[in-house]
C-alpha cells in the first residue's frame, strides 16, 4: 500500500514538474513578438510591455519606476539623498497665514492695520501654505539646502507646476537655512495660492540645479 502511495505522488510531482518546465518555456521573452501595444505579462523585475517596433510589436523589459519618481514618490518623514544633503518632508502648514502676515505686512495678502500692525488682509486674494522641510549635510562644506542651487514646486490638481514665492520674508523661510557638515537643518517652503480655483496634487517637486548643464526633479508627497 505504501510502494503505491509513493508511486502515486511521485508521478504528481513528475506532473507538476513537468508542468512548471513548460510554463517557464512558454514565458514570453524580451524580444519576442506580441500582439498589441500597451499589454504587459510578469510580475516585479520580470515584468515586460509590449511595444510597436517597426511594423511590428515586440515585449520589452518595463522599468521599474524609481523612488523619488512622479510614479513613486518620496513619502512624509521618509529621506531622500540628493547632491549629498538628505532631504525629508516634517509637516504641511496649509494656513500660514498670520505666520507670514505677522513677520512682515509687504508679503502679499498682508496690510497694516489702523494700529500699524501687520494683518492679514481678509480681501486678498491669495492664501498661504508652507511645506516643512528637514535637512541633514553629509558634505564636507556648509550648504545652504534650500538656495538658489534648488527650486520647489506645489503639484496642482490640473498638473500645473506653481513655484515658491522665493522672497517671502519670514524668520522660518527654508531658503536663508545654512547647515554645518554633519549638521541639520529645518525651514518651512512658503507658497501663495489663490483663494479659489486652485487645488493641489499632494505633491511637491525638488529641483535640483547642482550641475548647471542639466537638472533633476525629484517627487516628494505632501499630505494634511
Do not use: H
Not at 34 to 62: D, E, H, N
Not at 74 to 96: D, H, L, R, W
Not at 127 to 156: C, Y
Request: hydrophobic share 40%; aromatic share 10%.
Amino acid at each position: 500500500m505504501k510502494s503505491g502511495k509513493s508511486r502515486f505522488f511521485a508521478m504528481l510531482t513528475c506532473f507538476a514538474l513537468a508542468f512548471s518546465f513548460q510554463a517557464a518555456a512558454n514565458a514570453a521573452k524580451a524580444g519576442q513578438k506580441c500582439s498589441k501595444a500597451g499589454i504587459t505579462t510578469g510580475k516585479g523585475a520580470s515584468k515586460l510591455t509590449c511595444v510597436k517596433k517597426g511594423k511590428s510589436f515586440a515585449w520589452k523589459k518595463t522599468p521599474e519606476s524609481a523612488l523619488g519618481s512622479a510614479k513613486m514618490p518620496v513619502p512624509m518623514g521618509t529621506k531622500f539623498k540628493i547632491s549629498g544633503i538628505q532631504y525629508s518632508i516634517s509637516a504641511v502648514n496649509s494656513s500660514a497665514d498670520a505666520l507670514l502676515c505677522e513677520a512682515n505686512s509687504f508679503n502679499e495678502g498682508c496690510k497694516l492695520d489702523n494700529n500699524f500692525k501687520s494683518i492679514v488682509d481678509p480681501n486678498s486674494d491669495t492664501t498661504w501654505l508652507t511645506i516643512e522641510i528637514t535637512a541633514s549635510n553629509s558634505t564636507n562644506e556648509i550648504i545652504k539646502p534650500g538656495g538658489i542651487d534648488k527650486n520647489f514646486f506645489l503639484v496642482l490638481s490640473n498638473g500645473q507646476l506653481l513655484e515658491r514665492t522665493l522672497f517671502a520674508t519670514f524668520p522660518q523661510n527654508f531658503y536663508d537655512v545654512q547647515v554645518i557638515p554633519g549638521g541639520t537643518g529645518i525651514g518651512q517652503v512658503p507658497f501663495a495660492l489663490p483663494k479659489t480655483g486652485a487645488s493641489t496634487a499632494n505633491l511637491l517637486v525638488l529641483r535640483d540645479r547642482t550641475n548647471f548643464l542639466k537638472s533633476a526633479d525629484y517627487y516628494f508627497e505632501v499630505k494634511w
